[in-house]
């Protein structure tokens, strides 16, 4: 069993920075990749971003295409979201997991997550 746990959120304003962290342990870290994902209330759980460990390809949603970078050490078992020019759209829990889906559902277990609040 994998645990993860995310943190680094917080309340910034528009167009303010935060780097989030994922600490997982367990034996079942995953070889393949590691992602973020978000939820903001009253809407589902949303894929933010990747990262393939096997060539360091990432993948981003279109909504944080060149505002998210995504990297992270397999070796450690640690992954970061670093969120620059935040807008208040961005804001939601924030949730890491490993393995190599896009698809929240396709997951069985989370984390708590961590907030992040981006003001207007």
């Known amino acids: 069993q994998v645990q993860l746990v995310e943190s680094g959120g917080g309340l910034v304003q528009v167009g303010g920075s935060l780097r989030l962290s994922c600490a997982s342990t367990?034996?079942?870290?995953?070889?393949?990749?590691m992602g973020w994902f978000r939820q903001a209330p009253g809407k589902e759980r949303e894929f933010v971003a990747a990262?393939?460990?096997?060539?360091?390809?990432?993948y981003y949603a279109d909504s944080v295409k060149g505002r998210f970078t995504i990297s992270g050490y397999n070796a450690n078992n640690t992954v970061y979201l670093q969120m620059n020019n935040l807008k208040p759209e961005d804001t939601a829990v924030y949730y890491c997991n490993t393995g190599g889906s896009f698809r929240p559902q396709d997951y069985g277990s989370w984390g708590q997550g961590t907030q992040v609040t981006v003001s207007s």
């Open positions: 367990g034996r079942t870290f995953s070889r393949y990749a």
């Open positions: 990262i393939a460990w096997s060539d360091g390809k990432t």
